[in-house]
Structures are given as C-alpha cells and as structure tokens.
C-alpha cells in the first residue's frame, strides 16, 4: 500500500473498488419481483458480494504472481512499460508474447460492461416509474408498455447520462461521483430502516433485518465515511448535482395539484446533513482531485481536520444526524396517510398497514 492506510480509504470510492462492488443493489431494486424474499434476497446479496470477493482477489493473486517482482519494487507508477500500467491483464499477455490474448481481454472490456448497462437499464426503469407513482416527477416517467417498461423514464434516463459525460474528461473522474451518488442513496436506506421500525413494529415484512436497531445507525455512519473519503472535489459536484435534481422535482410538484404533502420540520435535518458533509469534507484530508486526468486541478480542500480525527468527526457526526431525522421522524397517523394516499389503497383497521 504505498498510500497506506490514507490511500486505501481514498481507493475504496476512487480506484472503482466501491463501483465494482455495487452490483449488489440491483437485488434490492428488484425485490419486489423476488419469489420468497425472506429467504432469496439475502442469498442473493450475499452470494453475489462473496462471488465478486472471490474472483477479485484471485485475479490479483495471478496478476502479482505473473508479475516480476522488478516491475512491482515501485508501485504502478514505476513501469517502465506503459502498456501493463493501463491494462494490467492485457499489458501483461502482451509482454510475455500473448498477443491473441491481449485481443481477447480488451475485446472483452467491451463486451462486459454491457452486462453491468443492461441491469442498471432495468434498475433505472423501476426508479423513474416508482418517482412518477409518488408523483416526484411528471406522470409520463410512469407510461409503460404493453410489457410493462417503463419507456419513457428509460428515454429521459438516456438522455440524462449523456449530459453527465460533458464535464467529466474520463472514466476515473466519473466514477467518483457516481460511486458518492450511489452512497448517497445507500445512506437513505438506513435512515428509511429505522423509521419504520419506529413506526410500524407490527408490520408484516417478508424480509425483516435483525439487529435493524444496531445496524441502521453503523450503516449510516459507514455510507458518510464512504462519501468523505471521495474527496472534496466530488462531494461540490455531487452537491451542484443535489440541487438542480431538488429544484427539477419541486418544479414538478409545484404543477401536481395531487403531490404529496410536505412536512419540512420533519425534513429539517437533511440540508443540514448535506452542509454538513460538505464542510467537514472541505476541511478534511480527502480532495478526490482526478491525478489520472492530463492536467488536474488544485485540491480545493483546506486538510485542516488532521486524518484518523477527520474519520471520528464523520463518524460523530453521522450518529447524530442520524438519531436527530429518527427524532423528527413524520408520526405514525400522518406516515400511513402519506403512504395509502400515494398508493390508492386503504388501510386495515387491525393493523394499520395498507394491503
């Protein structure tokens, strides 16, 4: 680790290690479609990450093992030959005279994002239709087929990835915000987590998490964590790209006459959440400037917060945001009329929970 332990945490949101892992979520998205998914959903998360842990760590035992231990005495940079540093596996086959390999391995960087495309295409189908549904966005992301995809929000979804290629000049600086994005999302689970299990303990789950109570709030803490060490440098941009989605959905609700209520006391907690970050990652050790890019920026964070008390500061401060939004949490009445107005449905009289 010729960062140590500082570059570690850096390489986790930065280096795709967090990106690479992210397949995952696809699990969740799709849940509602699971047969039994008490028992198939965390199969299916923790198969999927022991499987992925595997393949990785047995490709790193080959390629360090393949490698002479002179290209490897000064780290990635050392190379003398360029073509292994930017394609380990392909610069490698080429070297000892694989050529018809290196083909392969190149041909098949091609060919294998198409699989990763293809599930966050369907991901990203059920997020549009389930905005329109909560009337978020306008009711034409909702429009399906006769085989129920949602093509209108896949259009507009298209179109939207390609304005995220403008500003960003290569895959490495993109990754960064679309990893802290993808925390980003992950930190809402935790915090939706323990506020229905404050809410409504009695509901029939079929797939319930034990330990919530525990793990909620550890979750939480790790997805801050998770967004400090990308670095200043995405945390503004993620926070530019914070805004404008707020400001396109509010335009869009402004025109509902059906949207949902808004409660800010109980929302009150969240700009100061996203402040907050923003701060303590400006003053922190982490600036996630892009050193791949041919002529990188400045870090534009400031490394007051000394490292190790950067990671307490997050770890403080996410415990008590955390415990602030399930304080502030809507009440029980007010959540299931929130909840059976958006769903049309009614309420059982036993339970409380809408069927």
Do not use: C
Request: aromatic share 12%.
């Amino acid at each position: 680790m010729p960062g140590g332990v500082h570059g570690l945490f850096a390489a986790l949101p930065l280096a795709g290690i967090i990106f690479a892992y992210s397949g995952f979520e696809q699990a969740d998205q799709l849940a509602g479609e699971i047969k039994d998914p008490g028992r198939n959903l965390p199969r299916a998360i923790i198969i999927a990450v022991l499987i992925g842990t595997a393949i990785y760590t047995l490709l790193q035992v080959v390629l360090i093992g393949a490698m002479p231990a002179s290209l490897l005495a000064h780290g990635w940079t050392g190379f003398a030959d360029k073509t292994i540093s930017a394609g380990p596996f392909a610069g490698l086959a080429a070297v000892v005279g694989l050529g018809w390999l290196a083909t392969v391995l190149r041909v098949d960087a091609v060919v294998s994002p198409s699989g990763t495309g293809l599930i966050y295409t369907t991901g990203t189908s059920r997020i549009s239709y389930g905005l329109a549904r909560n009337r978020y966005v306008p009711q034409i992301f909702g429009k399906v087929d006769n085989n129920g995809i949602p093509w209108v929000g896949l259009i507009g979804a298209f179109l939207i990835g390609l304005l995220f290629l403008l500003p960003f000049p290569s895959w490495h600086s993109l990754v960064g915000l679309i990893t802290g994005a993808s925390v980003l999302m992950y930190a809402g689970a935790p915090l939706s987590l323990g506020a229905f299990r404050g809410q409504v303990p009695e509901a029939n789950r079929p797939y319930r998490m034990p330990w919530a109570q525990v793990l909620a709030p550890i979750a939480f803490v790790v997805a801050d964590l998770l967004i400090y060490w990308s670095g200043f440098d995405v945390v503004w941009k993620l926070g530019i790209v914070l805004v404008i989605g707020y400001a396109l959905i509010g335009i869009s609700m402004a025109f509902d006459p059906q949207r949902p209520p808004l409660d800010w006391k109980s929302a009150v907690w969240l700009p100061a959440w996203l402040i907050g970050m923003g701060l303590i990652s400006w003053q922190g050790q982490y600036s996630g400037a892009p050193s791949s890019d041919k002529h990188p920026l400045p870090p534009t964070n400031t490394f007051h917060l000394g490292f190790w008390w950067d990671i307490l500061v997050v770890a403080a401060f996410s415990v008590a945001i955390y415990f602030w939004a399930m304080r502030t949490r809507l009440p029980r009445d007010e959540m299931l009329l929130l909840v059976n107005r958006q769903s049309g449905e009614q309420e059982l009289p036993d339970t409380g929970i809408h069927h």
